[in-house]
């Protein structure tokens, strides 16, 4: 029989683990206290989950959470006279206005208004000025900085 229609996986393997990032964990306040309820919902769900395909994904997600709380580090409260971790940034890019808050990889949520530390919106402004403005690659292009805010 031809390996092509071999099944390469059992059904009870366990979920492959999460990957975890590499270089310094940045968090915010809040982004530490999501990192405590996620670890507090995930210990409560294996207490009653009786799957063991279930426990197992549940096990392998809590050791991620928990490496992320072990590894975080609550980032100072940001200044407002330059961009940095935990800033709310004001920018003026492509004839339109954009607002955002720079936060840890696990807490980014686009359609909240909170990017990563980490994407190339936030690399291209951390440490500018308001009126600065800054020149990134495409697709970024020119960057104003308009305002900053604290947290």
């Known amino acids: 029989m031809s390996r092509a229609f071999v099944k390469e996986t059992a059904e009870?393997?366990?979920?492959?683990?999460?990957?975890v990032d590499e270089g310094p964990n940045l968090v915010t306040q809040e982004g530490?206290?999501?990192?405590?309820g996620h670890i507090a919902r995930i210990e409560a769900a294996m207490k009653i989950e009786a799957n063991v395909l279930l426990r197992e994904t549940?096990?392998?997600?809590?050791?991620?959470?928990?490496?992320?709380?072990?590894?975080?580090e609550v980032a100072p409260p940001p200044t407002t006279d330059t961009v940095s971790f935990g800033s709310t940034v004001t920018i003026q890019r492509k004839n339109r206005t954009q607002v955002f808050k720079i936060v840890g990889v696990d807490e980014a949520d686009a359609s909240k208004g909170l990017i990563s530390f980490r994407s190339p919106m936030a690399q291209a402004i951390l440490g500018a000025r308001p009126g600065d403005v800054i020149e990134a690659g495409e697709p970024l292009g020119e960057i104003e900085i308009a305002k900053i805010g604290g947290q």
Request: aromatic share 8%; charged share 30%.
């Open 32 to 36: 530490l206290a999501q990192i405590e």
């Open 12 to 19: 009870s393997a366990p979920p492959p683990e999460r990957m």
């Open 58 to 72: 549940l096990a392998r997600d809590l050791r991620y959470w928990e490496i992320r709380k072990s590894t975080a």
